[in-house]
């Protein structure tokens, strides 16, 4: 039998949508970010003490004692509060270093694919669930003027995710007497080039 609704642990969470950033608390027997999202019962999130924004605007944040939030929407989460998964829970896993651009944002960080498989073709393959982690993970988003931010975890909708590659950074002026310029200048910088090799010539 479940335990009464006033025993479920509270977990805090960020929603990044396509237009809102939703912060809020939700009650749940889960620990794990993901498993919150992947087991959820309802296709929707039922938040506590939220507060919402709307990306730049400069207006007061909407509050709300209690919200819901549609999965489908949720580009990626973050967990404000980090949980330290339980041994029993882990399965063997190999950390690969990847890019994903769920517009309009970009995700860098590293994945965590089956260990055992024998390329990365076949991992990539066996990469299941609704929603699935990036670990060290930084996210940006160019398009709506967001910065750069860092995070744990961030869970990624599966579902909305475009491209998700293998990634490696590289300073395309490495070996070139100079440092890639700044953005005023009109220049690259680590982690904006989505080919992992520098261009020759």
């Known amino acids: 039998m ?9 977990v805090e969470l960020t929603l ?16 794990r970010v993901t498993d919150i999202l992947n087991l959820a019962e309802q296709p ?3 938040l506590e003490d939220v507060m919402v924004e709307e990306y730049g605007d400069r207006g007061a944040p909407i509050r709300a004692d209690i ?12 967990a404000d509060t980090p949980v330290e998964p339980s041994p029993e ?22 994945i965590h694919l089956l260990a055992g498989e024998s390329t990365l073709r076949e991992a990539l393959s066996e990469l299941e669930g609704r929603f699935i982690p990036v670990t060290e993970a930084t996210f940006w988003s160019d398009h709506l003027g967001e910065g750069r931010r ?15 590659a293998q990634h490696q950074e590289v300073d395309p002026w490495a070996g070139l007497g100079g440092s890639a310029p700044g953005a005023g200048a009109g220049g690259a ?8 090799v520098p261009p020759s010539g």
């Not at 396509?18 to 749940?28: M, N, S």
């Open 16 to 31: 990044y949508t396509d237009a809102l950033i939703t912060h809020g608390k939700v009650r749940t027997r889960q620990h």
């Open 89 to 110: 829970l882990r399965t063997p896993k190999t950390a690969a270093d990847a890019i994903v651009s769920v517009p309009p944002f970009r995700i860098i960080g590293k």
């Open 2 to 10: 479940y335990p009464a609704f006033t025993e479920l642990g509270r």
């Open 189 to 196: 910088t680590a982690g904006d080039d989505w080919d992992p």
């Open 44 to 46: 929707f999130l039922i």
């Open 150 to 164: 860092s995070a744990i975890m961030v869970a990624v909708n599966h579902r909305r995710t475009q491209i998700l």
């Open 67 to 78: 919200a819901q939030i549609n999965l489908d929407s949720v580009l990626f989460a973050v």
